[in-house]
T-cell receptor
Framework: EAGVAQSPRYKIIEKRQSVAFWCNPI?????LYWYQQILGQGPKLLIQFQNNGVVDDSQLPKDRFSAERLKGVDSTLKIQPAKLEDSAVYLC?????????????FGEGSRLTVL | AQSVAQPEDQVNVAEGNPLTVKCTYSVSGNPYLFWYVQYPNRGLQFLLKYITGDNLVKGSYGFEAEFNKSQTSFHLKKPSALVSDSALYFCAVSEGATNKLIFGTGTLLAVQP
């Protein structure tokens, strides 16, 4: 079974530039999550999708971050314009349902460095 | 609001010795608790969970965790550590009856040969 795919793995940009990350979840997983993991901290949920609908985006900085999952499969996370504090690893995860099984499958992450 | 605390940034243990990685939680209702492991340059991997039932939960790679309601703790344990267990371990709690996980800051486990 293929895992969660993310790209690019690494990205370096200057502040005020834009960047986009792509995620393809495990086939059949209805729920998709984007987490931000800043160095030395635990992952923080940015947005949660159920199929192509948003379940929770309360921690997404909507003035600069946007995410979509138009066909209920793959997803993109965009940052525009980037700030220095956005330097982090962006983790995508998927799961089979919203039920609290807690078993999320994570991709390897996209590491963003903002200079 | 729900939260978890991992009081130790790093735990050092010799191979073959038992290990414990500590986690305490704060929730308003019944806790859903989880442990994840992160190897270098890899995504997080699910280890085990407690939702209800037996306080001792067994998971992957020989790990287990003990839920203690009175102490609001969910410590991760293994009877005999392996060098290959060296990794970053995260405790997490689910906010409500969803999979919205709130993670602790992580504990780096270093197992010396």
């Amino acid at each position: 079974e293929a895992g969660v795919a993310q790209s690019p793995r690494y990205k370096i940009i200057e502040k005020r530039q834009s960047v986009a990350f792509w995620c393809n979840p495990i086939s059949g997983h209805a729920t998709l999550y984007w987490y931000q993991q800043i160095l030395g901290q635990g992952p923080k949920l940015l947005i949660q999708f159920q199929n192509n609908g948003v379940v929770d985006d309360s921690q997404l900085p909507k003035d600069r971050f946007s995410a979509e999952r138009l066909k209920g499969v793959d997803s993109t996370l965009k940052i525009q314009p980037a700030k220095l504090e956005d330097s982090a690893v962006y983790l995508c995860a998927s799961s089979t349902s919203l039920a609290p099984s807690g078993e999320l499958f994570f991709g390897e992450g996209s590491r963003l460095t903002v200079l | 609001a729900q939260s978890v605390a991992q009081p130790e940034d790093q735990v050092n243990v010799a191979e073959g010795n038992p290990l414990t990685v500590k986690c305490t939680y704060s929730v308003s209702g019944n806790p859903y608790l989880f442990w994840y492991v992160q190897y270098p340059n890899r995504g997080l991997q699910f280890l085990l969970k407690y939702i209800t039932g037996d306080n001792l939960v067994k998971g992957s790679y020989g790990f287990e965790a003990e839920f203690n309601k009175s102490q609001t703790s969910f410590h991760l344990k293994k009877p005999s550590a392996l060098v290959s267990d060296s990794a970053l371990y995260f405790c997490a709690v689910s906010e409500g009856a969803t999979n919205k996980l709130i993670f602790g800051t992580g504990t780096l486990l270093a197992v010396q040969p």
